[in-house]
Antibody
Framework: EVQLVESGGGLVQPGGSLRLSCAVS????????MNWVRQAPGKGLEWVSF????????YYADSVKGRFTISRDNAKNSLYLQMNSLRDDDTAVYFC?????????????WGKGTLVTVSS | QTVVTQEPSFSVSPGGTVTLTCGLS?????????PSWYHQTPGQAPRALIY???IRSSGVPDRFSGSILGNKAALTITGAQADDEFDYYC??????????FGGGTKLTVL
């Protein structure tokens, strides 16, 4: 069974930093690209970042570019999101989502998310 | 910046058919936007329904179908059930490595 479990969320002050993790199991992590998607309270989904299976290509939404860094450790079956210079509007549940595979262009499996609250 | 538009809400009768749509501010939706669809109960993880315009994700019943209608992507649910009450989101691949989600449609079955 495919499982993705996010952790690392919490309360942080504006301007602060936080590192999210996503531990995966049930599939060969090193064969799949991965994503982070977030959802502000009461709002819709927002794609945040994408990383290929070997970390060779990385992309970000304009809203987080220059502040967030996606990375992965295939030996540890883990995906990460380093978030710096956090702002109030970064408050959201952050989901890790598996890319469906070559030629599919979608997010086929999702974790339950971890809540990040940016507030003073 | 590309915006993806969805109806904020929609209502369907039990057993009825409903079509939700997804448009692009930059113009017409095409197959190369690889439209995908998800549904979500607030507070829960989204679930994938459709990808690459019309391919059903694993385990999704054939009551759900995807297409491009005119200049928009569309998700059609036939034989709507009470269990189909979710928020429905579309996502578009708009540039290399970049996706944009629509604002979501809240579907009511009554």
């Amino acid at each position: 069974e495919v499982q993705l479990v996010e952790s690392g969320g919490g309360l942080v002050q504006p301007g602060g930093s936080l590192r999210l993790s996503c531990a995966v199991s049930g599939f060969t992590f090193s064969n799949y690209a991965m994503n982070w998607v977030r959802q502000a309270p009461g709002k819709g989904l927002e794609w945040v970042s994408f990383i290929t299976d070997g970390s060779g290509s990385i992309y970000y939404a304009d809203s987080v570019k220059g502040r967030f860094t996606i990375s992965r450790d295939n030996a540890k079956n883990s995906l990460y999101l380093q978030m710096n210079s956090l702002r109030d509007d970064d408050t959201a549940v952050y989901f890790c989502a598996r890319y469906g595979g070559s030629g599919t262009y979608y997010f086929d499996s999702w974790g339950k998310g971890t809540l990040v609250t940016v507030s003073s | 910046q590309t915006v993806v538009t969805q109806e904020p809400s929609f209502s369907v009768s039990p057993g009825g058919t409903v079509t939700l749509t997804c448009g692009l501010s930059s113009g017409s939706v095409s197959a190369s936007n690889y439209p995908s669809w998800y549904h979500q109960t607030p507070g829960q993880a989204p679930r994938a329904l459709i990808y690459n315009t019309k391919i059903r994700s694993s385990g999704v019943p054939d009551r759900f179908s995807g297409s491009i209608l005119g200049n928009k992507a569309a998700l059609t649910i036939t034989g709507a059930q009470a269990d189909d009450e979710f928020d429905y989101y579309c996502a578009m691949y708009v540039a290399s490595g970049i996706w944009v989600f629509g604002g979501g449609t809240k579907l009511t079955v009554l």
